[in-house]
């Protein structure tokens, strides 16, 4: 069965440190690769997707992600954090050959960032 | 412009009564999509609308559960008989024309459905 997974409930991190999300997939094939951004009471809004090139994509407020086929992993990483980055933040796939695009998500990850 | 719009924002039923989720998707977006949000389940896709083709329902959870999009734009979810464990946010989403799973989606904000 095709899963996404992310091993951390929750990350904590200071403010102005670096910060890392990490996701593992197991799609057969060629994934395509998204994160979303869940703030309380919202919904889900899209960071960045991996599709195919360069390892590295970069997304919306100073976010990117690393792509690693050998590791199957996609985590999200930022710089340095900002106390509004706090959110629930999910890895997502869908299998590169699908004819729905229907996203498998990950558990989701609490980020807490502290000032 | 406008994103897209679910309603209501809150539904609280009572069990064995039907309930309807409807879901306004960006103008001109083709593909439609609903989720579910729950504790024990996560985020569970439901139900996948891609202009006049089929739908795949393949994550409809019981045949309790249905879905329709008149006219290409708006989706009613219908869950009839409300059970508790049917209790969850109801996500919809909506994504642009062009190569499905190719193109991010746009989410509303949810139906918190509450079943007592």
């Known amino acids: 069965a095709q899963s996404v997974a992310q091993p951390e409930d929750q990350v904590n991190v200071a403010e102005g440190n670096p910060l890392t999300v990490k996701c593992t997939y197991s799609?057969?094939?060629?994934?395509?690769l998204f994160w979303y951004v869940q703030y309380p009471n919202r919904g889900l809004q899209f960071l960045l997707k991996?599709?195919?090139?360069?390892?590295l994509v970069k997304g919306s407020y100073g976010f990117e992600a690393e792509f690693n086929k050998s590791q199957t992993s996609f985590h999200l990483k930022k710089p340095s954090a900002l106390v509004s980055d706090s959110a629930l933040y999910f890895c997502a796939a869908v299998h590169g050959s699908s004819n729905t695009g229907k996203l498998i998500f990950g558990q989701g990850t609490t980020l807490q960032v502290k000032p | 412009g406008a994103g897209v719009s679910q309603s209501p924002s809150n539904k609280v039923t009572e069990k064995g009564k039907d309930v309807e989720l409807r879901c306004d998707p960006i103008s001109g977006h083709t593909a439609l999509y609903w989720y579910r949000q729950s504790l024990g389940q996560g985020l569970e896709f439901l139900i996948y609308?891609?202009?006049?083709?089929?739908?795949?329902k393949s994550g409809l959870p019981s045949d309790r559960f249905s879905a329709e999009r008149t006219g290409g734009s708006v989706s009613t979810l219908t869950i009839q008989r409300t059970q508790q464990e049917d209790s969850a946010v109801y996500l919809c989403?909506?994504?642009?024309?062009?190569?499905?799973?190719?193109?991010?989606?746009?989410f509303g904000p949810g139906t918190r459905l509450t079943v007592l």
């Open positions: 991996y599709i195919t090139g360069d390892n």
């Open positions: 799609v057969s094939g060629n994934p395509y």
């Open positions: 609308f891609q202009g006049n083709s089929a739908p795949d």
């Open positions: 989403a909506s994504s642009p024309p062009g190569l499905a799973g190719f193109n991010e989606q746009f």
